[in-house]
């Protein structure tokens, strides 16, 4: 079955195509994929500005579409099936993707379904020939949520644990605008702190002792408070000449910090489930540092933890295909409505 997959949630366009009967060992299934990131377009403002966002991705959709057909040396009558992303996201850019796949699907006579966002990040690692297997717990670390799962199967999520404030990819890109470093912040970060030491500066820890939830605010003042007092760091507010060591230093122990709570909670979720599987999922989850701890901690309860290629940690359209792909093995497909769902819970 080839599914073409859409992902218009946010400031990514990504389209790719799932081909079930190509999955082998070193081929995911994945037959293409293009992704255009509208992050350029957005600097100028500081931040996503929804309406820019929607006119973008109608205005990419088509030549995508013709782009990823080449690519994969496809016809549209090839394709089988269409996902797209449902939400949650920004309403005006979730109803581009919806109502480009849904009448593309109409028009091919083929089944449409759309899928969470939140979903196809937590399936992404299971594409290719040796998934890891259910049960498991998942880490789901992005630019809007930090949640840790249950997964028992597709579509069988208990949250155990999530944030009550900023996600871990919100806290990363609030710590690199301090440091005066480009969105989006989390590889920027990791980047700098390549060359730093981690145990530079101590830095909290936040609700540690306190169940499976996670609140990363007082990180963001922790580093602003931080940034302010240390000479030579070179953020907002501090006008000394910077010092590219005392700013890899601050980079290092703020992802150190990051890392170490996400670690601790994770090692608290595998032991309240018991279960020796974490899969972890989204554009936090393509951190080196975060992807070396959990495999140095997780070895000591005998554990062990799965992930994806870094270009299907981030937003793109091949998760959204496989989610797709899963939901349409399972019965499931879309009716001819269309209905987005900007907020929408796990
Ligand atoms: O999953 P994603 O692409 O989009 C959302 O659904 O939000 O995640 C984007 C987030 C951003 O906050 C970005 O800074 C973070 O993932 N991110 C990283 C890394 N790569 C992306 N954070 C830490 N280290 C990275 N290497
Ligand atoms: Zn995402």
Redesign the pocket.
């Given at each position: 079955m080839k599914v073409l997959g859409l992902e218009t949630?946010?400031d990514?366009t990504g389209l790719a195509i799932f081909d079930s009967e190509q999955i082998s060992s070193d081929n995911q299934g994945l037959v293409g994929q293009v992704l255009y990131s509208q992050i350029e377009l957005h600097a100028l403002y500081g931040g996503v500005v929804p309406e820019l966002a929607s006119r973008d991705h109608i205005r990419k959709l088509v030549p995508l579409l013709n782009e990823l057909l080449d690519q994969c040396d496809m016809k549209k009558s090839e394709i089988d099936a269409i996902a797209y992303t449902k939400g949650p996201g920004l309403i005006g850019a979730l109803m581009t993707g919806a109502l480009f796949g849904r009448s593309l699907a109409y028009g091919l006579d083929i089944p449409a379904i759309g899928i969470h966002?939140m979903e196809g990040?937590l399936l992404a690692p299971l594409m290719g020939a040796n998934p890891p297997a259910f049960p498991f717990v998942s880490l789901l670390v992005?630019?809007?949520?930090t949640l840790l799962i249950a997964a028992r199967g597709v579509g069988q999520y208990e949250i155990l644990g999530e944030s009550i404030d900023d996600a871990a990819?919100?806290c990363?890109?609030k710590a690199a605008k301090m440091l005066g470093l480009p969105y989006?912040?989390?590889?920027n970060?990791?980047k700098l702190a390549e060359t730093g030491n981690q145990n530079a500066y101590s830095l909290p820890r936040p609700m540690l002792h306190r169940g499976l939830d996670f609140s990363f605010s007082g990180m963001k003042t922790a580093v602003h408070n931080l940034i302010k007092d240390t000479p030579h760091s070179g953020g907002s507010g501090n006008s000394a000449e910077s010092n590219p060591q005392v700013r890899a230093d601050i980079a290092a122990s703020f992802q150190h910090a990051v890392v170490d709570t996400l670690v601790r909670k994770c090692v608290k979720a595998l032991k309240q489930v018991d279960m020796s599987r974490l899969v972890i999922a989204?554009?936090?989850s393509?951190?080196?540092h975060?992807r070396e701890t959990l495999e140095a901690e997780l070895a000591k309860i005998n554990a062990t933890v799965h992930y994806a290629p870094p270009a299907l940690?981030?937003?793109n359209g091949a998760m959204i295909a496989y989610a797709g792909y899963e939901r349409l093995q399972a019965g499931q497909s879309d009716d001819l409505a269309v209905s987005c769902v900007p907020r929408w819970p796990m």
């Open positions: 949630s946010c990514e966002h990040h992005s630019g809007g949520h990819g919100e990363f890109d989006p912040g989390g590889p970060i990791a989204g554009g936090v393509a951190n080196t975060l940690c981030t937003d």
